[in-house]
């Protein structure tokens, strides 16, 4: 089915927009949601989102043109369908739209805004009409109160059509000396919504005013309302009886916003059935996602319990990390690497090892050990950037990232590239037994060049880190992993292990980073290269 898109009513005094630009062309796919054109006001070019989903089938204002509020403005349908006559409607009522503008209906605009006398500088604003279709709209929420300073484009509250919950932006600067609508409160579109000016401005008059001409428009729109309302009771009385008998629902009127009776239509709900949060009972969105419906008579079980916070004051340690992380997360260009290891090799070479009673290295060590080795063959990799140049370290440091209560510290293994198995792995031990206790001086945490940190032992099989500044990479380390793999054509049991580089890219290249990873595949996969 085809939808007619008017051109809507974008700020409180709009009277006709101008289409700035169309972001699609006809036959062009729409989704919902989408920015459909970009729209000028008589306060701003604001973006005008689709609410409806299907082809772009018609355009009714070209861009640069200007036409009246509720003119045609586009349809959107099922490719190919025809819509000759909604083209023809959509002129008349363009060509009504213009005339009605055009008559002479000063008179009747004066004797409702003659009582009220606005102070120079004050603005009230109106709620306005933030799509085609909405008749009224109901404040989700207010992002500032009165008394409270307001800027040109601040966001002032957030407003639930008959399609969707929108911001609303305050086209004028000041004091908010007035809300006239509060939150949860439903009103029709013109309402008063704010008044905005000098602060320590008298608005008692200009708001009792407008609140009297806004209940007579509401008054006027419930009377349309209750009247749609009993021709509907009307024609479905034999279903209404059956519900009635069977629920025992009070009739009477129901006070629903616009979204939220939409919403109730889209999933099915009798929105009889459902109880109102917002004021005076009315029924709201959050109401209609929040509902259960009764299964057999009996409201399902809902878990009733109480939402509580345990705030923990965060430990220097913990300020640091999140300072250092958050500084090279967002000034550093980070990507990422990653590589398949085949480990049964190194899964045999460890095991011979630690046949000896004096010597027990974990794979951990090993990849310590290739790292520091790779790094002598690829010194782009044991880098630092500075603005003035980039800096390749000579020696090679690396630090070993370790959990401990309080978050993450990083002791540094000086000189690894010169050190045994045995030696990595009781440096590590010590070294991980120290910052458990605390026991760690700031001399031992300084200095790294490269880091490694394996979360392998927890079964995380991939994963991406943070570099640890200054450096220029950190190897992430996953758990190994038993699964078929191909070898000599034939499918077999396999040990793999995934490693992700995370590399900076002011200083690593992507080329760069790969031969790095090569090289420490090669050692690692053949760990008797290591001895070479």
């Known amino acids: 089915m085809a939808h007619v898109i008017k051109m809507p009513r ?7 927009g101008t289409v700035s630009k169309w972001l699609y062309q006809v036959g062009e796919q729409v989704n919902e949601g989408d920015i459909l054109a970009e729209i000028e006001t008589d306060k701003a070019t604001m973006e005008f989102e689709s609410f409806y989903e299907g082809t772009l089938l018609h355009i009714g204002i070209e861009e640069g043109e200007t036409s009246p509020v509720d003119a ?5 349908g099922e490719k190919d369908e025809d819509i000759e006559s909604l083209i023809q409607q959509g002129a008349q009522d363009s060509s009504q739209a213009i005339d009605i503008k055009e008559e002479p209906v000063i008179e009747e605009k004066e004797s409702i805004t003659e ?5 120079e500088g004050v603005e009230v604003i109106h709620m306005p009409r933030l799509s085609d279709t909405m008749t009224e709209g109901t404040i989700a929420k207010w992002n500032k109160k009165e008394g409270d300073t307001i800027e040109e484009g601040d966001i002032i509250a957030e ?14 600067s000041g004091v908010l000396l007035k809300i006239g609508i509060q939150e949860g409160e ?8 704010a008044i905005i000016g000098p602060k320590g401005t008298d608005v008692t008059g200009i708001i009792e005013n407008y609140k009297k001409t806004s209940e007579e428009v509401e008054e006027k729109a419930i009377e349309e309302d209750d009247k749609s309302n009993q021709e509907q009771e009307a024609a479905t009385e034999p279903i209404k009886e059956v519900n009635i008998q069977s629920t025992s629902i009070p009739s009477g009127r129901i006070f629903a916003s616009p979204l939220a009776k939409k919403l ?3 999933k099915g709900i009798d929105i009889s059935h459902v109880q109102g949060s917002g004021e005076n009972g009315r029924i709201i969105k959050r109401d209609i996602e929040n509902y259960t419906p009764m299964v057999s008579g009996v409201q399902p079980y809902r878990p009733v319990g109480e939402e509580s916070f345990e705030e923990i004051k965060n430990s220097q340690m913990r300020k640091t990390i999140a300072r250092r992380l958050g500084e090279s997360k967002f000034t550093a ?7 398949e290891l085949d480990m049964d090799h190194a899964i045999a070479a460890r095991a011979a090892i630690n046949i000896d009673p004096d010597v027990k290295i974990s794979f951990n060590d090993m990849i310590v050990k290739a790292s520091a080795m790779a790094l002598r063959k690829h010194p782009r990799v044991n880098t630092q950037w500075t603005n003035e140049a980039t800096r390749i370290a000579k020696h090679i440091h690396i630090g070993v990232a370790v ?6 510290v990083v002791p540094v293994l000086k000189f690894a590239d010169q050190m045994s198995f045995n030696q990595i792995g009781n440096s590590v031990k010590d070294l991980a037994i120290r910052a458990r206790d605390k026991k760690l001086t700031p001399e031992e945490m300084e200095g790294s060049t490269f880091t490694v940190s394996n979360l392998g032992m927890f079964g995380i099989r991939e994963f991406t880190s943070i570099i640890n500044q200054p450096n220029s990479a950190i190897l992430s380390v996953g758990a190994i992993v038993e699964k078929p793999v191909v070898k000599n054509n034939q499918v077999v049991v396999g040990n793999t292990m995934t490693l992700t580089l995370a590399c900076d890219h002011r200083t690593v290249d992507g080329a760069t980073g790969a031969l790095f990873l090569q090289t420490l595949k090669k050692y690692i996969e053949n760990p008797v290269t290591m001895f070479v």
């Open 264 to 266: 109730a239509q889209e």
């Open 10 to 16: 974008l700020s409180d005094t709009m009277e006709e």
């Open 403 to 408: 959990a401990v209560e309080d978050g993450l």
């Open 115 to 119: 009582p009220v006398k606005v102070p």
């Open 72 to 76: 045609l403005l586009a349809i959107i």
């Open 333 to 339: 260009p980070h990507y990422y690497l990653t590589i």
């Open 159 to 172: 407003i639930e059509t008959d399609k969707a919950t929108m911001e609303f932006e305050s086209f004028y």
């Open 186 to 193: 439903t009103a029709p579109v013109d309402s008063v919504l």
